[in-house]
């Protein structure tokens, strides 16, 4: 028996989503154990036929039209930007000092003054000696720029700050530093510290008192003690080396003239020479 004569059968067209699909009617006369292995197979059909047809560019265009997507937003907390320090104003009235003080040291007193522009003097004292030595000096620019940029980190005059840690080291020599402006003043006292700005604050200081009493020893040798000359031309490159002078260009003159100097050593005034080329370079 043919196909058609077991499962007789009308069929019909449907308009699916633009794609037409064949309906087969089976007649109610077929038996449940024909009609289920047809339907199967039809509803399999079906499923392919769709699947092989995907959506037109057209149709696609007006499915995402019609579809809103929900607003994606990531909430992230609002960073606030990091204040800088605050630093304390200098005004042109403005007076500072430095002083150190250990009664065994060489140099056993040391007392530097200066004004806002970088103008002063220095003092000191030498173990063994009574009298004090006075010696006006000018802080260079960038000495005086690193001098005063100290000063304002510190905040000196608004702060009360004590610098003193709790280590102590009397031995070591006692520093005082000192700032005026108009009727305000303050002085703070330490031996040693752990504060980061006092600390460099005091090594600055250090270096324009090393330097001021270098030159004062070497304009002495000059003049009376031309022999020791040679010894001073080593201590000057020994503070050059490991960055112990204020500002090394200050020197240049002063060098220059010991190079022609015919009172000193000539072995003083080649090291002059040499001096002054590791500063220029």
């Known amino acids: 028996m043919s196909r058609t004569a077991a499962f007789p059968v009308s069929r019909s067209l449907i308009h699916t989503r633009d794609h037409v699909i064949r309906r087969f009617v089976i007649p109610k006369r077929c038996s449940s154990r024909r009609v289920l292995p047809a339907a199967l197979i039809i509803l399999g059909a079906a499923i392919f036929s769709f699947a092989a047809h995907p959506l037109s560019p057209l149709q696609e265009n007006r499915k ?9 937003r990531n909430a992230r907390p609002e960073q606030s930007t990091p ?5 304390g104003n200098i005004e042109s009235d403005s007076r500072f000092s430095y002083e150190f003080t250990q009664p065994q040291f060489i140099i056993r007193h040391i007392l530097i003054e200066h004004d806002a522009a ?5 003092t000191f004292e030498k173990l063994g000696e009574d009298t004090s030595i006075v010696e006006p000096i000018e802080l260079s620019p960038p000495a005086l720029t690193k001098i005063r940029g100290l000063w304002q980190a510190l905040r000196f005059l608004d702060s009360d700050t004590n610098y003193q840690s709790t280590q ?4 070591l020599g006692t520093m005082r530093l000192k700032m005026e402006q108009g009727t305000r ?3 703070a006292e330490f031996n040693w ?5 006092a600390a460099a604050l005091i090594a600055e200081y250090r270096r324009v008192a090393d330097q001021a009493i270098l030159v004062f020893d070497i304009s002495v040798a000059r003049e009376n003690q031309p022999l020791n000359s040679p010894k001073l031309m080593e201590q000057l490159e020994s503070l050059l080396k490991r960055g112990g002078l204020s500002d090394p260009h200050q020197l240049v003159s002063l060098l220059n003239e010991i190079t022609t100097d015919e009172h000193l050593p000539l072995i003083a005034r080649n090291h002059a020479k040499r001096l002054l080329k590791q500063i220029e370079k």
């Open 83 to 87: 204040a800088g320090t605050a630093t």
């Open 64 to 72: 995402q039209t019609t579809e809103t997507p929900a607003t994606k």
């Open 185 to 187: 003043q303050r002085v």
């Open 193 to 197: 510290t752990h504060n980061d700005n």
């Open 118 to 122: 970088g103008h002063g003097k220095i």
């Open 168 to 171: 102590q080291f009397p031995h």
